[in-house]
């Protein structure tokens, strides 16, 4: 077997630790906890509020657009703090490149804007 | 961790050759412009969106050309971006095909319920993306591109937005792409573990070393081989292929069917000629399997089809493997595969959107893609009908039409390998030659020779737009087959410049 | 490249076959460009342009040198793709002549004598493609070009049939079309590999030129063999021979008229014709190796083809399968490679073309009048279309092979070169003569003997433009059956040329000659056309030739 391979059968050691792991716990307390079950205890935990209606409830649209929005400002800033450790290494040069990179997310912002994605109406 | 973090490399400004990177920019420049448009104008934008996209093309086309004059190889970033004569002749192709998309759809858009200055904003940026795989030569950059040019693609996929098959087109399409896409970055992400670098030119160097190939080697091409199955619809991967191209608005069926496709086959070919090259053993195999199951089942299920985009879903898939063929043979006969499948490349592009061409058209009057309704096209549209045929006997390979000349140049390939492998897959391309016949003449013969069904023979009119497009391409598709010099001179300078690294 | 080529190019100012291939391509072009208010200027625009590469064939075969007709004169060179090695090479030789010839005069005459059923437009440009690759296909030197012209000719004649045919029009298209491409599929392979591996042999630049490749003669045997296959498929579903030979009675029956005149005139010589040229030129060693076995299926062609003539019920049907037996007198002929052989297999492509043309075309206008060409709703037509049934008598006794007329002379050395080789095959294939004339003769009296009834009694006579247009037709029938030296004798040096070429290539090969190496004499063939008895000459002269 290749070395290689010798380092995955590691990985593979660990996962399957992993997974006894789980299974050993999990089961001791199955044996262990005394199980009577009410009908409150079954029900799903949802915000402290009863739950109403179908478990398959559609969310409203906008939290989907809101959402996209947060993860394209969220993987912005992923490269804007490394880019501002470096900003003196990196001179002008960096600067612009970071002003471009900022003016292509404002022009989606505006878009987005523009559009009425914001309103929420 | 952070005495790394902490420990000052010297930042070196990479040098730009603003020359070589000329054509993404302006695209890149365009694709900004449709958008401001749109902010700034809203709806009242939407009339000059065509017009801005067909112009950013054929502006994109003058650095282009510009370089082609140059004739330098130009490589930068370390190699992981490179211009040279082969890149040229495929970015070409693209803007060129994407020109005819735009051209397609200026009616099609316009008049259908979904006008917005979004779809040329989309088509742009996937346009921009394929002109950057043409000249990635880096793992990075090849995915980079291949997500620039796939994800605005799933958008166009599903344009009619309230109408089912164009969800499920544009559903359909954009899982398996998301699957082929992973099961793609999978492997490049062994290859890269393996060679300790995203170049293709050091991954080449790495794999290709002698002895026994290692199992990372060995599944990481063939993953890599698998994601892009995937995006030219080879079989068995190519089972999205039917059902987007007919559920998504036809304009962008072609642009799939052509353009996409064509990307990844530039994106395959990057890989396998820079990247694995060395390790044939590995793919040779794998492409011979894909290739010949391509064309086989591909040509098999088209016969049983009765709408005519769902066939030419399936011819496709049948192209796929005559333009996989010559890659069967690539270390046997080196550049004769390359210059196969670009030359291949090309000439599809012209005579599947010549194709679908006839199709919009036709459908302006029909509202149908079914084959019955083209059955006497030739008493109330000669015009169209002669243009079809063109196409059609294109596509089964009769001379002298450009695509007798591809399939020439893949059987070429495929012999001059001069092993019995090659003879087999020619004899392969061969039998689905006359296979293929069988469905696309039939189509030929019902529009000449059937009456009209419904007996309604009210004349089409084409729009300006449409003509142009299919002049374009039946001008190619008959030019690249009575004077094959037209892509055999790009052979000769295509060999010239090889691929860099 | 070579002598050859260089040879009798000189004296050519203008590119003439290039204007027999060229002409009527861009009369297909006109046809489309013409306005559709007038459609009677179709047909004459049709027939001016063929008439104009008619004129232009009728002047090349004046200029023949007959001297020199085992080269290929005309020749006409232009480079097409440099880096293949593939040329526009069009070159015209003994072989090549006649079959030139008979092209560009059935054209003509079947344009004007058949009437477009409907759509004429697109009728008079299909014909106009087809001749144009036709032609291209007889006068191509360079393999590429001339698989371009051999598949180029499928699309219109898929069409002509597909579109204007009768019955199972599209069916019959459709298997005419694949059963084609299904051969020249493999050809293209073989094509491929002739010239790469000759290349690869040789060390020399990749090449398609015929003359040179056939030169060269660089492959090893066994390869030869294979790529001769390759070729051999391909042929023999054009020709056809048994047993890929059944597209061709559907193709027919449902053929129009003109279809079928230019299937069984010309386009079966496409297949016999690249055997010849493509087969044993460029394969001689191939050729010889398998010459027994194509002599077989040329013979068993013969027989069943005779056979299956006998029983049809459809007039038409039966003018399709004695072409599949008349088609297996060419391929032994062909087959027996020697002199007598290959010149009869030669001119009875020719024969052929005048007289299964002509025979189709009168099948044709019995069809026009009377609507059923079911020999049993005929009959008795003699009587009231006493000219039609004479030239009827004539076409269909030419095609018997009735000394004197035309078909005799190459049926008679097709066999006489066949009986020389491959003896007892010949003598199989004799027969065929004699079912030939049953199934001819007994149809001519069931179609035109007897009481006429119905409307067999008012059949109209032949008009005296139909009766022109059989002139020609006859005037041929007559003038190769009783004086076929001129034919002859521009023949025989390229078909000597072909057999040195096959005795310089191949080792041990002994040309099985019927009068001991000495050189058929065309003064003797004067004198074969006059004897009259047709069994008697057939029989004693495979007595004469045995004991030799």
């Known amino acids: ?121 | 961790m952070l005495a790394l973090l902490a420990q000052e490399v010297d930042f070196v400004r990479p040098a730009i050759d603003w020359h070589a990177v000329a054509p993404e920019l302006t695209l890149l420049a365009f694709g900004a412009l449709v958008t401001v448009m749109d902010i700034v104008w809203l709806e009242r934008g939407r009339r000059l969106t065509s017009s801005v996209a067909s112009i950013a093309l054929l502006v994109t086309m003058i650095p282009i050309v510009t370089l082609a004059l140059d004739g330098e190889d130009r490589v930068m970033f370390g190699g992981a971006f490179v211009v040279d004569n082969y890149a040229l002749v495929m970015k070409a192709m693209f803007l060129v095909a994407g020109y005819v998309v735009v051209l397609l759809s200026t009616n099609y858009v316009a008049e259908g319920d979904y006008w917005e200055s979004e779809y040329y904003g989309l088509l742009l940026s996937s346009i921009l993306g394929m002109v950057l795989m043409a000249s990635a030569r880096d793992l990075i950059t090849v995915f980079v591109a291949l997500e620039l040019l796939s994800i605005p693609a799933y958008m166009l996929a599903t344009w009619r937005k309230r109408d089912l098959k164009s969800n499920e087109a544009g559903l359909k399409y954009y899982l398996m792409g998301v699957f082929a896409s992973a099961i793609m970055l999978y492997g490049m992400s062994l290859l890269y573990g393996g060679a300790g670098s995203t170049l293709l030119a050091d991954i080449n160097e790495a794999v290709s070393v002698d002895g026994s190939p290692s199992a990372i080697v060995v599944v990481g091409v063939i993953f890599v081989i698998i994601g892009f199955a995937f995006k030219v619809s080879a079989f068995p991967f190519h089972t999205w292929a039917p059902d987007t191209y007919e559920g998504a608005p036809t304009p962008v069926t072609a642009f799939l069917s052509v353009a996409s496709k064509a990307a990844g086959f530039v994106a395959l070919l990057n890989l396998l000629f820079v990247g694995f090259f060395g390790r044939d053993d590995v793919y040779e195999p794998l492409i011979w399997i894909l290739a010949a199951a391509s064309m086989t089942v591909g040509n098999l299920v088209a016969l049983r089809q009765t709408n005519l985009v769902r066939m030419l879903a399936y011819s496709g898939v049948a192209q796929a493997g005559y333009m996989l063929a010559p890659l069967a043979v690539a270390s046997d006969v080196g550049d004769a595969a390359l210059t196969a499948t670009v030359t291949y490349l090309l000439v599809y592009a012209a005579m599947n959107l010549g194709a679908f061409a006839i199709v919009l058209a036709v459908a302006r009057k029909t509202r149908s893609a079914e084959i019955d309704s083209f059955k006497g096209l030739f008493g109330y549209a000669p015009g169209l009908t002669i243009a079809m045929s063109v196409f059609l006997f294109s596509l089964a390979g009769i001379p002298p039409l450009g695509g007798w000349w591809a399939k020439f140049r893949v059987m070429e390939a495929v012999i001059e390998a001069e092993s019995a492998s090659g003879v087999v897959l020619g004899v392969f391309v061969a039998v689905n030659s006359v296979i293929a016949l069988y469905y696309y003449a039939r189509i030929g013969l019902g529009m000449w020779a059937e009456d009209a069904p419904n007996g309604d023979t009210t004349p089409i009119r084409v729009p300006a737009s449409l003509v142009s497009a299919l002049a374009i391409t039946a001008a190619l598709t008959i030019a690249f087959g009575v004077y094959p010099p037209l892509v055999s001179e790009f052979d000769v300078t295509l060999l010239a410049g090889g691929l860099g690294g | 490249m070579s002598s050859l080529l260089a040879a009798s190019s000189a004296d050519v100012p203008f590119p003439i076959l290039s204007a027999l291939v060229v002409t009527p391509f861009l009369g297909a072009l006109l046809m489309l460009v013409l306005p559709n208010g007038r459609p009677e200027y179709f047909k004459q625009v049709a027939f001016l342009v063929s008439g104009a590469v008619a004129g232009m064939t009728a002047w090349v075969m004046v200029e023949f040198d007959k001297h020199t007709a085992d080269e290929f004169q005309f020749v006409d060179s232009a480079e097409w793709i440099a880096g293949l090695g593939i040329s526009w090479t069009l070159g015209l030789d003994g072989i090549s002549l006649w079959l030139v010839v008979l092209t560009a005069a059935l054209f003509p005459l079947t344009i004007l004598a058949i009437e477009a059923e409907h759509t004429p437009k697109a009728y008079y440009a299909w014909l106009l493609l087809l001749e144009a690759g036709v032609m291209g296909v007889f006068l191509a030197l360079d393999l590429f070009a001339f698989f371009v012209f051999f598949e180029i000719v499928l699309v219109p004649m898929y069409f002509l049939i597909g579109q204007w045919g009768h019955g199972a029009r599209a069916y019959a298209a459709t298997k005419f079309f694949v059963y084609t491409m299904f051969g020249s599929a493999f050809m293209l392979v073989g094509i491929l590999a002739t010239a790469f591996l000759t290349a690869a042999e040789t060390g020399n630049a990749v090449s398609f030129d015929l003359v040179y490749l056939a030169e060269e003669q660089a492959l090893a045997t066994t390869t030869a063999r294979w790529i001769f296959l390759s070729f051999a498929v391909a042929f023999a579903v054009k020709v056809p021979l048994f047993p890929v030979h059944t597209w061709l009675p559907d193709a027919h029956t449902n053929a129009p008229t003109a279809g079928s005149v230019i299937l069984a005139g010309v386009m079966l010589k496409l297949g016999t014709y690249g055997l010849l040229r493509f087969g044993i030129y460029l394969f001689p060693e191939a050729s010889v190796y398998f010459a027994p076995a194509l002599v077989a299926l040329g013979t068993i062609g013969i027989i069943y083809g005779a056979i299956a003539a006998t029983m049809q019920k459809d007039l038409k049907r039966l003018v399709a399968y004695s072409s599949v037996a008349h088609l297996g007198f060419i391929v032994i002929g062909t087959f027996a490679l020697n002199t007598e052989g290959l010149s009869g297999g030669l001119l009875q492509m020719v024969n052929h073309g005048i007289s299964t043309g002509a025979l189709f075309l009168l099948v044709g206008w019995i069809y026009d009048r009377r609507h059923t060409r079911l020999i049993a709703e005929l009959g008795g037509l003699q009587k009231p279309a006493p000219v039609f049934a004479a030239v009827f008598m004539v076409v269909m006794l030419s095609s018997v092979g009735l000394p004197g007329l035309n078909g005799f002379v190459g049926e008679f050395l097709a066999l006489l070169g066949a009986f020389a080789a491959h003896r007892w095959w010949a003598i199989v294939a004799a027969t065929g003569v004699v079912i030939a004339a049953l199934y001819l003769l007994w149809a001519y009296q069931r179609v035109f003997h007897g009481p006429a009834e119905g409307d067999n009694a008012e059949m109209k006579d032949l008009t005296w433009s139909e009766g022109a247009i059989m002139v020609p037709f006859l005037a041929a029938i007559f003038v190769m059956g009783l004086y076929p030296a001129p034919v002859l004798e521009r023949m025989e040096p390229a078909v000597d040329a072909l057999i040195e070429h096959i005795e310089g290539n191949v080792e041990d090969f002994d040309e099985a000659d019927a009068d001991q190496g000495e050189d058929l004499d065309v003064d003797d063939l004067k004198d074969l056309g006059k004897k009259k008895d047709s069994k008697a000459t057939d029989e004693s002269a495979l007595v004469e030739g045995g004991a030799g």
């Open chain 1, 1 to 121: 077997m290749s070395d290689f391979l010798r380092s995955y059968l590691t990985v593979g050691i660990f996962g399957l630790i992993g997974v006894a792991l789980v299974g050993v716990f999990l089961g001791l307390g199955k044996i262990l906890r005394p199980n009577k079950p009410t009908l409150a205890k079954t029900e799903a935990y949802e915000s402290g509020v009863e739950p109403t209606g179908d478990m398959w409830s559609q969310a409203n649209i906008r939290y989907y657009v809101f959402a996209l929005l947060f993860v394209m400002f969220d993987v912005e800033a992923v490269f804007i703090f490394p880019w501002a450790t470096r900003l003196e290494a990196y001179g002008t040069f960096g600067l612009i490149e970071m002003a471009i990179f900022i003016f292509i997310l404002l022009l989606g912002l505006l878009y987005a804007w523009r559009k009425g994605v914001l309103k929420w109406a």
